[in-house]
């Protein structure tokens, strides 16, 4: 497990513990309920849940959501 510190930026971060400016949502896995989420100032992917919000890694965003990445 990272550090929350060591997740995403500063920007990100805020925007996911505000829930008002969260990192732009670029696509949904339906089946699963979860929604991807790319911060535009680090680039991080972060995989949004019904629940919370947290930092993933390229290769798991790319298992999660096949369609988007094609
Ligand atoms: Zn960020």
Redesign the pocket.
């Known amino acids: 497990m990272t550090d929350w510190f060591d997740k ?6 805020n925007g996911v513990l505000s829930g008002q400016s969260t ?1 732009a949502k670029v696509a949904t896995n339906v089946q699963e309920h979860v929604h991807l989420l790319r ?6 992917w972060w995989l949004e849940t019904e629940r919370e919000a947290h930092v993933i890694d390229d290769a798991e965003a790319r298992s999660t959501f096949p369609d988007f990445f094609g």
């Open positions: 995403g930026c500063k920007s990100c971060r990192p911060c535009s100032t680090c680039g991080s």
